[in-house]
């Protein structure tokens, strides 16, 4: 049983520093960049993960209140819904007034044919007679 705690303690250490320095934004591990805590970590098996839990990360409050995994979001923007976002919101009163102003370009060009319809259907009853008319 001591033998297999002595094999399984230092694998859980490893696979705990390992997880936890890839979980870690990159401006949070101190001394080394990343990629080289990982090499350290996965290379030097026992003694990788303690320098990495020891000297390998910052060890202080995140920040803005930013999680371990903040990465995984790509450091999402502050605005997380579309109508939070003064930007969204302007763009759709510029399409708003963009909508109206074809629409009431539409309406005109509606009234216009209408008003040309008529006058060639009021045309055509006072100024040609016919078939009846002329045989009277």
């Known amino acids: 049983m001591l033998r297999a705690l002595m094999f399984i303690l230092p694998l859980a250490l490893t696979i705990y520093a390992f997880i936890d320095c890839l979980n870690t934004p990159e401006d949070e591990a101190k001394h080394l960049p990343k990629v080289a805590w990982v090499f350290i970590i996965l290379l030097f098996w026992i003694v990788g993960p303690i320098v990495w839990l ?17 990465w995984h979001r790509n450091k999402r923007n502050q605005w997380v819904a579309p109508d939070d976002n003064p930007d969204f919101l302007k763009s759709i009163k510029d399409e708003n007034k963009k909508d ?3 629409l009431k370009d539409w309406e005109a060009d509606l009234r216009r044919r209408e008003e040309e319809i008529k006058r060639r259907e009021d045309g055509d009853e006072g100024g040609t007679k016919g078939p009846e008319d002329s045989a009277k």
């Open 54 to 70: 020891a000297a390998g990360k910052d060890r202080r409050p995140p920040e803005g209140g930013r999680t371990p995994s903040e």
């Open 100 to 102: 109206e102003s074809v």
